[in-house]
Nanobody
Framework: QVQLVESGGGLVQAGGSLRLSCAAS????????MGWYRQAPGKQRELVAD???????SYADSVKGRFTISRDNAKNTVYLQMNSLKPEDTAVYYC?????????????????WGQGTLVTVSS
């Protein structure tokens, strides 16, 4: 019903920048929060940043001042601008969206995940 397609990952040197994008498509009535999570090898998935439909953003302490999350509601797209990247930022980054979908005559909440995009920061 709803798909998230991510792009923008890759290999970058420490101190460099990358911009991730995530576009939602499908039978979407609305999207509440959108966010980015990451999972490094051997570690649990963690929240990096999220943003409400009103563009109120929050960040993990480890990325504050370096990463910026934004969204384009008209395009159902969320972005993550990552600056001053560090080797410890290396992980698979996952997009997340808390959507509202219409099923026949009813509406329901549906949380959706992207397939993940790998970010590798070399030292």
């Amino acid at each position: 019903q709803v798909q998230l397609v991510e792009s923008g990952g890759g290999l970058v040197q420490a101190g460099g920048s990358l911009r991730l994008s995530c576009a939602a498509s499908g039978s979407i009535f609305g999207i509440n929060a959108m966010g980015w999570y990451r999972q490094a090898p051997g570690k649990q998935r963690e929240l990096v940043a999220d943003i409400t439909s009103g563009s109120s953003a929050s960040y993990a302490d480890s990325v504050k001042g370096r990463f910026t999350i934004s969204r384009d509601n008209a395009k159902n797209t969320v972005y993550l601008q990552m600056n001053s990247l560090k080797p410890e930022d290396t992980a698979v980054y996952y997009c997340n969206a808390k959507t509202i979908v219409k099923v026949t005559t009813n509406y329901k909440y549906l949380e959706v995940w992207g397939q993940g995009t790998l970010v590798t920061v070399s030292s």
